[in-house]
């Protein structure tokens, strides 16, 4: 009796460390589950960890490596030697880092640290960029503390819910049942994904045209060779809507031109008034606004696959009746940037913080909010309260 007794408890012990040693269903979930956070309205915006501290980077598509604010990269690191860079980032170094409206030739490269997103971790083989992110972080509204490149966007699958306003990152491909549909995009060593954009000719006929999927813009960016296409075709209805829209890029501040255009197709589905931003460089992209147009979106890198859902797709957006630059600096909200002429006739100075519009505290709207009421919100029918020195003042405009 003794001796079938520990049999027994014997036999029960390896039962419960052989199931120990099972991972349960929950857990293979968990394990492939990276990162659920909140969703930033003007991009991918990710908190990671860098040394044990936390930091803010933007996923950006539109890179082609990973990039790091110079001043946080002195505190963390130290400069990579030359003989240190690999042959590849030669011809990197010598063809300069293309921005939307220029050329970057002087930039510094970071020996890279390891970074923790959620639960997975970017050991880094790739020196990483070094950038003055001061003018970016003031136009993005938040700072903005490094650039995760296509890179660390093809080791992941992410999921973005604009509803819900969350970003989920999946170690491995999830279940894409709920996904109303998928389709392919192309994809290259050190360039961006792109994506296909149609319209009508005047036969009836598809055009297509094949832009860039940049997740770090905040606007859809062309250029003017493609805007004279579409100009051409007679299917498409093109609106000037402002001529000096200011934009930041690594390069600095930039000004350009943007339209309205009302011709373009997503997978057979009509895109809308559109707006669209021109720029001197041959850079074709497809920005923040256009992806906010999906109800929820997926991008699965490791079969090229872009899925969707979308109930709301065709949209229209608004005509800026005026346009005011904003910039978030010293954890306010400026006027910054603008043409003294053009903003004194609202009787506005750079340099005034705001404060309010319409009654609504600014602190609670996000700075795409606020550049929509500024800009769209019918003449007499905005007020707003600035800080100008230690003065407040209301205005009408």
């Not at 996923?59 to 590849?88: H, M, Q, R, V, W």
């Not at 392919?184 to 360039?191: G, I, K, M, R």
């Not at 940037?337 to 005034?352: E, Q």
Request: proline share 4%; net charge positive.
């Amino acid at each position: 009796m003794k001796i079938s007794y520990i049999y027994r408890c014997l036999m029960s012990a390896i039962v419960i460390l052989l199931s120990a040693c099972q991972p349960s269903k929950k857990l293979e979930h968990n394990t492939n589950l990276i990162l659920v956070t909140p969703l930033s309205t003007n991009g991918i915006v990710l908190p990671v960890i860098i040394k044990n501290k936390r930091y803010s980077f933007l996923l950006d598509t539109g890179a082609s490596y990973s990039a790091i604010d110079n001043k946080l990269a002195s505190l963390l690191t130290l400069t990579t030697p030359k003989e240190d860079i690999p042959l590849f980032f030669h011809q990197f170094l010598t063809d300069g880092l293309i921005t939307t409206n220029d050329k970057l030739n002087n930039f510094k490269l970071w020996r890279p640290l390891p970074i923790e997103i959620g639960t997975y971790t970017i050991l880094g083989h790739d020196p990483w960029i070094g950038l003055d992110l001061i003018l970016f972080s003031q136009a993005f509204g938040q700072k903005i503390d490094g650039i995760l490149g296509v890179e660390v966007f093809r080791q992941l699958n992410w999921a973005i819910n604009n509803k819900a306003k969350t970003i989920t990152i999946w170690k491995q491909e999830p279940s894409k049942i709920n996904y109303q549909n998928c389709v392919p995009y192309e994809d290259a060593y050190a360039q961006s994904p792109l994506l296909i954009i149609n319209n009508k000719n005047q036969s009836d006929q598809w055009n297509s045209a094949s832009l860039n999927v940049d997740t770090g813009a905040d606007d859809t960016v062309i250029s003017n060779e493609l805007l004279s296409f579409w100009k051409n075709s007679k299917k498409c209805k093109l609106t000037l809507d402002q001529k000096n829209i200011v934009g930041a890029s690594a390069s600095g501040l930039n000004t350009n031109e943007t339209y309205l255009i009302d011709c373009l197709f997503f997978d057979q589905m009509r895109v809308g008034n559109f707006k669209i931003h021109v720029t001197k460089n041959n850079i074709n992209k497809l920005g923040f606004d256009f992806f906010s147009r999906f109800d929820n979106y997926i991008f699965i890198p490791n079969k090229m696959q872009f899925c969707y859902n979308a109930t709301k797709f065709t949209q229209n957006d608004k005509k800026f009746l005026r346009y005011f630059s904003l910039a978030y600096y010293n954890n306010h909200l400026e006027f910054r940037y603008n043409n003294p002429d053009n903003i004194a006739r609202y009787h506005l100075l750079n340099g005034d913080i705001l404060l309010q519009i319409n009654n609504i505290n600014v602190n609670n709207l996000d700075i795409k909010q606020i550049r929509e009421l500024l800009n769209t919100t019918p003449f007499n029918k905005l007020n707003l309260l600035i800080l100008r020195g230690k003065n407040k003042i209301k205005l009408q405009i």
